[in-house]
Every structure is written in C-alpha cells, then in structure tokens.
Nanobody, 130 residues
Framework: QLQLVESGGGLVQSGGSLSLSCTAS????????IGWFRQAPGQQREGISC????????DYADSGKGRFSIFSDFGKNTIHLRMNNLKPEDTGVYYC???????????????????????WGQGTQVTVSS
C-alpha cells in the first residue's frame, strides 16, 4: 500500500518557522519525485516546492523562494520542508505528493502541476497568526 504521511504542522506567529516532514511507506523515494503543496479553504491547491528522486535537483515556487527549503533524508524515506519567516498568507493545509521519476543525478527537475502527482498524503494544517 503506497502511503505518504505529513507531520509538523501547527500554529506559529508571523515571522516564525516550521519544519514539515513527509514520510513514505510502501515505496522507495528513489523512484519518485516529491512535491509540497498547500491549499486554503475555497482555493485551489498550489505548488510550493519539489525535489527529484535523486535529491540533486530542487525547485521552488515564488511564494516560498528564499524562505523555504526542501531536502531529503533517504535513510528514513522522508522529505522535509523547512519554512522560515512565515507569513499569514502561508496558512493552509500542506500536502506532500509523489510521482514516478527516473531522472539521473544531473537531471534538472521542475515542479509539476498537482494533476501529475499519483500519491498524496492526508495533509497537515499550518496556521500563521498575525
């Protein structure tokens, strides 16, 4: 059974930081690319960041560029998203998602639209107060 589980969400004041984790079970991350998305009530899901199966290529949406960082812990089959200097507009449910990807370590990877991801976690709530 393929499964992704997010953790690390919570309530934080504006300017604070949170670290989210996405742990995979039932498959190995070395055959997938992982994306982080967020969704506010009544709004479409938007991409935040992504990382290739090799861990050697990352990409960021403008919304988090310079504040967020994505990195892999392949030994724990986990992808982390570190979010610094959080803003109220960062509030939403954060999801990780996976799609099969076989690019090599030198392949450049760009984030894909939500529809191209095959597996999704249940989400973790991030609330940033002003």
């Amino acid at each position: 059974q393929l499964q992704l589980v997010e953790s690390g969400g919570g309530l934080v004041q504006s300017g604070g930081s949170l670290s989210l984790s996405c742990t995979a079970s039932g498959f190995s991350l070395n055959e997938y690319a992982i994306g982080w998305f967020r969704q506010a009530p009544g709004q479409q899901r938007e991409g935040i960041s992504c990382i290739s199966s090799s861990g050697g290529s990352t990409d960021y949406a403008d919304s988090g560029k310079g504040r967020f960082s994505i990195f892999s812990d392949f030994g724990k089959n986990t992808i982390h998203l570190r979010m610094n200097n959080l803003k109220p507009e960062d509030t939403g449910v954060y999801y990780c998602a996976a799609h099969r990807y076989y690019g090599g370590v030198f392949s450049e990877y760009s984030c894909r639209p939500p529809a191209e991801y095959d597996q999704w976690g249940q989400g973790t709530q991030v609330t940033v107060s002003s």
